[in-house]
């Protein structure tokens, strides 16, 4: 398999485009988790999924971000408008039942 | 509150020195426990894990960590760093009552860097 991918690598727009970022679980995984990675707060979950239903978006900072998954293959990340505190690497992963997960590369996004 | 703390946000050994990263958590019960690593511009990789029964855990690349319940430990080691190991280490936690490994809480993270 080849591991969590996520598209794009990098992300460079303008403060009020939307910005969409991709993930294609492991085949199989039935759980898919949004992680995102700053300097100020580290790695927090945002949003995670269950056999493509979400479970928790507790960790969602503002209505401006949103998670689908419309199907066991794929994933996505919203941001609508973006602002430069977005700015961040976005992780996404994926896990069967009872073990560990397996993140994708990241997305860095800027915005500008 | 839940949490993970490193204490030490940057290291510096020499190679083939010994290593140990600290990592204490703040948890109702034993958790699930995790050392990634993460090499520049990359995602995040699993050293070795802890869901339960031994206590001194195996992991990847020669790295073992210990779990200390009376200390609310786990510690990551190696006993000869290599140059290649220069990366930054998290350690995380997860809930048992979840049945999956993926809903994390991370420590901040400990910087290693290998002198030649």
């Known amino acids: 398999d080849a591991g969590v991918i996520q598209s794009p690598r990098h992300e460079v727009t303008e403060m009020g485009q939307e910005v969409t970022l991709r993930c294609k679980p492991i085949?199989?995984?039935?759980?898919l988790f949004w992680y995102r990675q700053t300097m100020m707060r580290g790695l927090e979950l945002l949003i995670y999924?269950?056999?493509?239903?979400?479970?928790?978006d507790s960790g969602m900072p503002e209505d401006r971000f949103s998670a689908k998954m419309p199907n066991a293959s794929f994933s996505t990340l919203k941001i609508q408008p973006s602002e430069p505190r977005d700015s961040a690497v976005y992780f996404c992963?994926?896990?069967?039942?009872?073990?560990?997960?397996?993140f994708g590369q990241g997305t860095r996004l800027t915005v500008v | 509150a839940q949490s993970v703390t490193q204490p030490d946000i940057h290291i510096t050994v020499s190679e083939g020195a010994s290593l140990e990263l600290r990592c204490n958590y703040s948890?109702?019960?034993?958790?699930?426990l995790f050392w990634y690593v993460q090499s520049p511009g990359q995602g995040l990789q699993l050293l070795l894990k802890?869901?339960?029964?031994?206590?001194l855990v195996q992991g990847i690349k020669g790295f073992e960590a210990e779990f200390k319940r009376s200390q609310s430990s786990f510690n990551l080691r190696k006993p000869s760093v290599h140059w290649s190991d220069a990366a930054e280490y998290f350690c995380?936690?997860?809930?048992?009552?979840?049945?999956?490994?993926?809903?994390?809480?991370f420590g901040q993270g400990t910087e290693l860097s290998v002198k030649p």
């Open positions: 995380a936690v997860g809930d048992p009552l979840f049945n999956q490994g993926g809903k994390l809480i």
């Open positions: 802890y869901f339960s029964g031994d206590t």
């Open positions: 948890y109702g019960a034993t958790p699930y």
């Open positions: 992963a994926s896990s069967p039942s009872y073990t560990e997960a397996f």
């Open positions: 085949s199989g995984h039935d759980y």
């Open positions: 999924f269950n056999n493509n239903v979400p479970i928790d």
